[in-house]
């Protein structure tokens, strides 16, 4: 079975500080797919990044950069200098391969972690 | 674009009622899938469509849930005899298929008490 653990409930900093939320999960699948969501006070998840089990390359966009570690089976998503519209509860994400349709891989089984409460305060 | 639309936002049932809630998807996605999040937790699948094929149902998904898509457009979700541990949000979201790159989006949920 596939698990995700997302091991920080609430994390709480000042604004311009950096912050690392971490992910660990757990598959049997040889290929999978992880995700980072934001779900803002207004309820919707928004996808920030997605990361194949074969591409360990990691990646920076902006403030946001992720740590793909295959060998430690972590995820880890880090915001620099964060900022108050950053708060929001973060969510890792890990996706089955398992299933193929009409030529396509499904990616829309997500496993979710609990999710991570961020505060950014001014 | 207008993103993925669900109806109602909230709904405040009775122990034993029927709900119905809607999604709406992107136009052009062609899945689309139900999750359910309660407090406190991360969203959890239910079920899965391609077009109007419904190609798989969380065990989470007990008899007195149904999900339709007739026409492989809009779909609802259906609870019967709603009890009170089925309060929760209930989030729809839909993708392209075939390209599949992985990027599911989201609706803001109909959030189900039941009292």
């Known amino acids: 079975a596939q698990k995700v653990t997302q091991a920080q409930t609430e994390i709480s900093v000042v604004e311009k500080e950096d912050v690392t939320l971490d992910c660990v999960y757990e598959t049997r699948d040889t290929t999978y797919y992880l995700f980072w969501y934001k779900q803002p006070p207004s309820g919707e998840l928004v996808f920030l990044i997605r990361?194949?089990?074969?591409?360990?390359q990691n990646e920076i966009s902006g403030r946001y950069s992720w740590n793909f570690q295959k060998s430690t089976s972590s995820f880890n998503f880090t915001i620099t200098a964060s900022q108050v519209v950053d708060s929001a509860v973060y969510f890792c994400?890990?996706?089955?391969?398992?299933?193929?349709?009409?030529?396509?891989?499904?990616?829309?089984?997500?496993?979710f972690g609990q999710g991570t409460i961020l505060t950014v305060h001014p | 674009d207008t993103g993925v639309s669900q109806n109602p936002r909230h709904k405040i049932t009775k122990r034993g009622q029927n709900v119905t809630f809607r999604c709406d998807p992107i136009?052009?996605?062609?899945?689309l899938y139900w999750y359910r999040q309660t407090l406190g937790q991360g969203p959890e699948f239910l079920t899965y469509f391609q077009n109007e094929a419904q190609l798989e149902k969380s065990r989470l998904l007990s008899d007195r849930f149904s999900a339709e898509r007739p026409k492989g457009s809009f779909s609802t979700l259906e609870i019967q005899r709603t009890e009170q541990g089925d309060s929760a949000m209930y989030l729809c979201?839909?993708?392209?298929?075939?390209?599949?790159?992985?990027?599911?989006?989201f609706g803001e949920g109909s959030r189900l008490t039941v009292l």
């Open positions: 136009s052009e996605h062609n899945r």
């Open positions: 979201a839909s993708s392209r298929g075939l390209v599949g790159t992985g990027e599911l989006f």
């Open positions: 990361r194949n089990s074969f591409d360990e």
């Open positions: 994400a890990l996706s089955e391969s398992g299933f193929r349709n009409a030529g396509g891989t499904s990616y829309g089984k997500l496993t």
